[in-house]
């Protein structure tokens, strides 16, 4: 990517009652990117700024500017909810990225054997990713209802003792977020990963194939190394689909059986829009926000590595 | 061509069904949960009991939907999901198409106009694209007050506009960047401005982004919940806030047939879309993996 130099193709225009016209096309780009900028450094990094010190203050049902430093954090660390809700992301957002991954891969790479209706198989794996959380949650809590849903349609099968009774265990119910969640976005990962393989070109396994690579092989050592870039972005967008799930917990779980499947997400909007807890919801916003960074600094570094090496 | 490599021993043959069982399988997973949704959201209440999930309505009935359009209850009022969907559309039009002129005019001016710092200003922007959105929620309700913009549509038009032109932005500056420099440059030795290449240049070839962006911001605004449960009220609700509402109530008897049937209008709007444009679809969910 170069970078073009405007000033050396504009034209010496001897017109001094040009220049003021020709002033005005020097700044409309930047005065029609002004208000974008403007509204994303106020909107974005000031509200962020904004979120930091009320984090720092002793808000409660409005904010507050009396400042406590830290205690805010730390009686975070102190909380059994918050420790249920991290641990409950740890779970849920492993689970959902492998996951997805594996099934998202298998998927790929079965569809990439010169399968016949190859186009209504892949649309039928990607649209969950078009329906709300909302509506998944909808759907799947009717379908884990253990009098209506599976569980009752399995027994009627003639198998009495079925049980698939997760929604209702505190244990268990986390993993009914997971599968959920599995099932709106694995077809995504397919998406991403067939596209990929698409991309690699045939001479590769041709040649892996001459050599007498069986076809398991030729994936495992050839193939999906070449798509380290497309697992990278995966991970990448899957990991944030997690961090931010709201939604499908309000719908599928309400955060319930008590709070065993609250999730960052729900602990910051209970705690700041329903409890009166400004100061401490703040400080959850935060660190969801530290660990997004977390995420996503190294990427983008590798990225910005792989442009300037590329 | 097949045949060339692999010729189909019955070993290779048990292998390609081995295949087509599997995805079979997998299309199943991935159907079950709309088919159920369709076949109860037409079956009369008395129809629903354990382990008739998959059986066909005996004698089906519109009546679930007629519900959840009109009369089901979501919280206090019961007068369904229809007023509810239309506040969706009143948002999600405008919200769309600001979104996608902003961000079509800011990936023009991030391309054909760079000038120094204009990379440094697209990853400042870039950012809203990541962070979670509970870092905003607090000083957004704080703001939309002052706007005197609290819980109308038009603040939750205004809060999905500012969170969207980072990724309406990333499209049109991906695909620009793309588009020869050279017409540009051409058109400015002529003397053409800056609205005037961008009209008769740049928009001419940017139907594919358009559409994908539109269908991106459509499906993002359209199925939000966190915005709308955050910033609207009883009135302004969208259809998502409402549905959730609607399912939660818990008064009288648990009418799981109206419940999906208000599932299914929730979703039409987005399902259409994607059977429509599912090539576009999926190009906007890659767009922010695949770089430009």
Redesign the interface.
């Known amino acids: ?1 170069t ?2 130099s ?1 000033a050396q ?3 010496v225009r001897p017109a001094a009652r040009r220049n003021a ?1 020709a002033h005005l ?1 020097d700044w ?3 005065l ?2 002004a ?3 403007a ?3 106020f ?2 990094y ?3 700024l ?2 930091f010190v ?1 984090s720092l203050t002793s808000s409660r049902m409005l ?1 507050s500017y009396d400042f406590v430093g830290f205690a805010q954090y730390a009686r975070l660390m102190a909380n059994d909810r918050w420790w249920v809700a991290s641990t409950n992301l740890v779970i849920f957002g492993g689970l959902f990225v492998a996951i997805c991954l594996g ?1 998202g891969v ?2 790929a790479i ?2 990439d ?3 016949r209706q190859e186009g209504a ?1 892949r ?21 884990l209802n253990p ?4 569980q ?2 399995v ?3 003639g198998f009495e003792s079925f049980t698939f009774n997760w929604i209702v265990d505190p244990d268990m119910a986390i993993y009914t977020l997971v599968l959920a969640a599995v ?1 709106q976005a694995s ?2 990962v397919m ?2 990963f067939l ?1 990929g393989l698409r991309g690699i070109d045939d001479s590769i396994i041709k040649a892996a ?1 001459l050599d007498g690579a069986s076809l398991p092989r030729t994936y495992l050592r050839v193939i999906l190394p070449c798509l380290r870039p ?1 697992m990278f ?2 991970v ?2 899957l990991s ?1 689909i997690a ?2 799930s ?2 499908l917990v ?2 599928l779980t ?1 955060g319930g059986p008590g709070y065993a499947t609250d999730l ?2 729900t602990f ?2 209970a705690h ?2 329903t409890r009166a807890q ?1 100061g401490l ?2 400080a ?3 660190l ?2 530290g ?2 960074l977390a995420i ?1 600094i190294p990427y983008l570094y590798s ?1 910005l590595r792989s ?1 300037k090496h590329g | 061509m ?1 045949n060339v ?1 692999r010729r189909r021993t019955p070993a290779a043959r048990l292998g ?1 069904i081995a ?2 069982a ?2 079979l399988l ?2 199943l ?6 088919v ?2 369709l076949i ?1 959201s037409f079956k009369p209440l008395h129809e ?7 059986s066909l309505p005996q004698s089906p009935t519109v009546e679930p939907w007629v519900k959840a359009w009109g009369e089901a209850c979501t919280g206090m009022r019961c007068e369904g999901i229809g007023g509810y969907f239309f506040n969706s559309i009143a948002i999600v039009v405008p919200a769309v198409l600001i979104s996608t002129v ?1 961000g079509a ?2 990936g023009y ?2 391309t054909k ?3 120094k710092g ?1 990379e440094l ?1 697209f990853a ?2 870039l ?2 694209c ?11 309700a ?2 939309l007050g002052w706007l005197g913009l609290s819980s109308s549509r038009a603040g939750l038009i205004l809060v999905h506009v ?2 969207g ?2 990724f309406t ?1 990333l499209f049109f500056r991906n695909f620009y ?1 793309a588009v020869p ?1 050279e017409l540009v ?1 051409a058109a ?2 002529d003397g053409a ?3 005037r290449i961008f009209w008769r240049i740049l928009l001419p070839v940017s139907a594919p982004i358009i559409v994908v962006s539109v269908i991106w911001q459509f ?1 993002q605004i ?5 915005f709308g ?2 910033f609207s009220a009883h009135n302004t609700q969208p259809v ?1 806030v409402a ?2 509402n609607l ?2 109530t818990s008064t009288g008897t648990r009418d ?1 047939n109206v ?2 049937a ?2 299914m209008i ?2 039409l709007p ?2 259409l ?3 429509l444009a ?1 090539k576009y ?2 190009r906007g ?2 767009a ?4 430009g």
């Open positions: 990517m970078i073009v405007h193709e504009r034209p016209a096309q409309l780009p930047r029609v990117l208000p974008s900028v509204i994303t450094l909107f974005v000031g509200f962020m904004w979120t009320l904010p099934i298998m998927l079965l569809l054997q010169r399968i198989l649309t039928l794996y990607l649209y969950p990713m078009a329906l709300s959380f909302i509506v998944t949650g909808v759907v799947w809590k009717w379908l009098g209506l849903g599976i009752a349609m027994r009627s099968w099932w077809g995504f998406a991403l596209a194939q497309v972005s995966a990448m967008i944030h961090i931010k709201f939604d309000v719908a309400g960052p997400a910051m909007y700041a829009f400004i919801g703040s959850s916003a935060m969801m926000l660990g997004v996503l990225e442009r | 097949d490599i390609r295949v087509y599997v995805l997998a299309a997973f991935y159907l079950l949960p709309l159920v949704m109860t629903i009991s354990p382990g008739t999930l998959l902003i005019l800011n001016a991030l106009w760079r000038f204009s200003l400042l922007m950012f809203g990541f962070i979670p959105f509970q870092v905003v929620l607090l000083p957004m704080q703001t500012i969170f032109i980072a932005t960047v420099t440059s400015k030795l401005g800056f609205f499906t359209w199925n939000d919940f966190l449960v955050a998502t549905l959730n399912v939660n799981y419940d999906m208000a599932a929730a979703a987005t399902l879309v994607y059977v599912g679809f999926v969910l890659t922010g993996s695949v770089k």
